[in-house]
């Protein structure tokens, strides 16, 4: 289970979780902004009865490109055509490796995601066809499905949108007030509320009409 600290993942996890599985999620520290996620990470974990939480130290900046991993690459604070600046090159691909590794030692055979190609920012890496085809790729490239214990990639959020992702974390007992989703939050965890992840997370309780427990910054707080 890839597990950020964000709205969507936190939801994954609950479905993961009330669908039975036992689950090991994975977080990763990349360079990104703030390590705010990643304490919020580790609190879902917790909070959602994982079985383990591990986070991975993978320093992305070396390549940078994103304003997520360079910061001389503002954040966004207002909607842009195409595909915005704070795409990470290849991280969802990097991500998804590195649970399929720990996926086979562990023996498992799911991979849950909180991909979202509904209420997204236009990232390719969050589509339904690039996640079957990396499901494929990674059904050619492990030992245990050569074997014949074929690799699932699971991603329940992909056709939601985020008012009813919210709606569905809610039935299962999220408290979305441990969640980090903003992309420069305070070393608090206290969201910036102007930021793509904060308009839609925003947008997405007031479309589920569902009071907003995130703790924004006092300049937007209103």
């Not at 902004?33 to 986070?55: C, F, N, P």
């Not at 997204?120 to 214990?149: I, Q």
Request: with cysteine; proline share 4%.
């Amino acid at each position: 289970m890839l597990l950020s600290g964000g709205l969507d993942s936190a939801t994954t996890l609950a479905i993961a979780r009330s669908e039975g599985f036992a689950c090991h999620c994975l977080s990763l520290d990349y360079g990104q902004r703030h390590g705010s996620e990643l304490e919020a990470a580790q609190r879902v974990a917790a909070a959602l009865g994982a079985s383990e939480q591990r986070t991975i130290k993978l320093d992305l900046t070396a390549f940078g490109g994103s304003a997520l991993t360079d910061e001389n690459i503002a954040v966004p604070t207002a909607p842009s055509a195409g595909i915005p600046v704070t795409y990470v090159p290849a991280r969802n691909t990097i991500m998804l490796s590195l649970s399929l590794a720990w996926a086979e030692v562990l023996g498992c055979r799911d991979i849950f995601i909180g991909a979202n190609a509904v209420d997204y920012s236009g990232y390719p890496d969050c589509r339904p066809e690039y996640l079957e085809a990396f499901e494929k790729m990674a059904n050619l490239a492990t030992k245990s499905a050569v074997e014949g214990n074929a690799i699932r990639i699971r991603a329940p959020l992909v056709a939601l949108s985020k008012a009813e992702i919210i709606r569905r974390g809610i039935e299962l007992g999220v408290d979305y007030r441990l969640t980090v989703s903003c992309y420069q939050a305070g070393e608090d965890g206290s969201a910036c509320g102007t930021c793509d992840s904060c308009r839609l997370r925003r947008q997405g309780f007031i479309s589920a009409k569902i009071a907003d427990p995130t703790r924004y910054q006092p300049e937007t707080n209103s």
